[in-house]
């Protein structure tokens, strides 16, 4: 069995690579053409342990994730994780992924495949709400999907900003990365915005003027009681994206707007069916947009299968007895 840690991960995983592995699971996702049963979502004093099992191709898999929002205090990561990689055929593991790594390359391939089918090629500005491990993974393989000339962030914590800048600025020495002082600053600079934190009321201001317009991906509202986005933006929307027909029932960023009407159940749509031309829309023709992630096991079965296919290639990770 292979163990592949961290740095083998994005050694065999370019972003631009993930993003469309990432498209190709939203595909199959409405294709059908998978078996992913429910995922378990256990809550305990405050913290979340995540089971997500899927069948899809040739492999099953199943990533065990925990999520501990006060680690972010503590400047340790929220996310830990594993991903084990099985034969589809034999049910042979075979491989162990580092599942923090998997899960920021995965989901900020999600978050660039809304922005690659919701925004027109001439957007340059990118603003990001929330500057940890998540909001950094979203960003870098944003700036791989659109030309950005500016990258505007904010966060409660300043020594987490300035990282967050530091290492955007190391790998796009040539995108102007600056921290701002208040979520409207970042509003009124950013034709893009990416919001991934654990907040449970909007991290957004109930001002229309400041989000008309704007192309908004949801990352960090994965639970029923959090929300990121406040009910102006819901009244701007025509319609609203999200990846897996779950998030309907998993994220407070849909609960709470259908729930008290702000939106309509029919308009809302999976980011899938636009890809596969099941509806139609004009990236940046219909005003504001909105997609909404709340993450699947598909997404990782089918990026671990081609990372662990990419690593054998390129002679990495580390043989493991079982």
């Given at each position: 069995?292979?163990?592949?840690?961290?740095?083998d991960?994005?050694?065999?995983?370019?972003?631009?690579?993930?993003?469309?592995?990432?498209?190709?699971?939203?595909?199959?996702y409405?294709?059908?053409?998978?078996?992913?049963?429910?995922?378990?979502?256990?809550?305990?004093?405050g913290?979340?342990?995540?089971?997500?099992?899927?069948?899809?191709?040739?492999?099953?898999?199943?990533?065990?994730?925990?999520?501990?929002p006060?680690?972010?205090?503590?400047n340790v990561?929220v996310?830990?994780g594993?991903?084990?990689?099985n034969?589809g055929?034999t049910?042979e593991?075979?491989?162990v992924?580092?599942?923090?790594?998997l899960?920021?390359l995965?989901?900020?391939?999600?978050?660039?495949?809304?922005?690659?089918?919701?925004?027109?090629?001439?957007?340059?500005?990118?603003?990001?709400?929330?500057?940890?491990?998540?909001?950094?993974?979203q960003?870098?393989?944003a700036?791989?999907?659109?030309?950005?000339s500016s990258?505007?962030?904010?966060?409660?914590?300043?020594?987490?900003?300035?990282?967050?800048?530091r290492?955007?600025?190391?790998?796009?020495?040539k995108?102007?990365?600056?921290?701002?002082k208040?979520v409207e600053?970042l509003l009124?600079?950013s034709q893009?915005?990416?919001?991934?934190?654990?907040?449970?009321?909007?991290?957004?201001?109930?001002?229309e003027?400041?989000?008309e317009?704007?192309?908004?991906?949801?990352?960090?509202s994965?639970?029923?009681?959090?929300?990121?986005?406040?009910?102006?933006?819901?009244?701007?929307?025509?319609?609203m994206?999200?990846?897996?027909e779950?998030?309907?029932?998993?994220?407070?960023?849909?609960?709470?707007?259908?729930?008290k009407?702000?939106?309509?159940?029919?308009?809302?749509?999976?980011?899938?069916?636009l890809?596969?031309?099941?509806?139609?829309?004009?990236?940046?023709?219909?005003g504001?947009?909105l997609?909404?992630?709340?993450?699947?096991a598909?997404?990782?079965i089918?990026?671990?299968?081609?990372?662990f296919?990419?690593?054998?290639?390129?002679?990495?990770?580390?043989?493991?007895e079982?």
């Amino acid at each position: 069995m292979l163990y592949l840690s961290e740095k083998d991960i994005l050694k065999a995983a370019a972003p631009i690579d993930v993003v469309d592995e990432v498209e190709a699971a939203m595909v199959l996702y409405e294709k059908k053409d998978f078996f992913m049963p429910d995922r378990m979502h256990i809550d305990y004093s405050g913290n979340t342990l995540l089971l997500m099992p899927c069948f899809a191709r040739h492999y099953l898999g199943t990533k065990l994730v925990t999520l501990f929002p006060k680690n972010a205090e503590k400047n340790v990561p929220v996310l830990y994780g594993l991903m084990i990689l099985n034969s589809g055929e034999t049910g042979e593991p075979l491989a162990v992924l580092n599942g923090s790594a998997l899960t920021a390359l995965r989901t900020g391939a999600v978050g660039s495949v809304g922005i690659r089918h919701l925004t027109p090629n001439t957007v340059n500005t990118l603003g990001v709400v929330g500057a940890g491990i998540q909001g950094f993974s979203q960003a870098l393989t944003a700036c791989s999907q659109r030309k950005f000339s500016s990258v505007f962030v904010f966060d409660t914590i300043s020594e987490r900003m300035a990282s967050f800048c530091r290492k955007l600025s190391t790998a796009f020495p040539k995108i102007n990365v600056m921290q701002v002082k208040s979520v409207e600053h970042l509003l009124r600079e950013s034709q893009v915005v990416i919001t991934t934190t654990t907040s449970l009321k909007p991290v957004l201001p109930e001002k229309e003027k400041l989000l008309e317009g704007k192309c908004f991906i949801g990352i960090g509202s994965y639970k029923p009681d959090m929300r990121e986005f406040p009910k102006s933006l819901f009244k701007l929307l025509k319609k609203m994206y999200i990846d897996t027909e779950t998030a309907r029932e998993e994220s407070g960023d849909l609960i709470t707007p259908v729930g008290k009407k702000w939106i309509k159940r029919e308009q809302i749509f999976t980011l899938g069916k636009l890809i596969v031309g099941q509806i139609k829309d004009e990236p940046g023709k219909n005003g504001t947009s909105l997609f909404k992630s709340v993450g699947m096991a598909l997404f990782d079965i089918v990026v671990s299968e081609f990372i662990f296919r990419k690593a054998k290639q390129l002679g990495l990770g580390t043989e493991v007895e079982i």
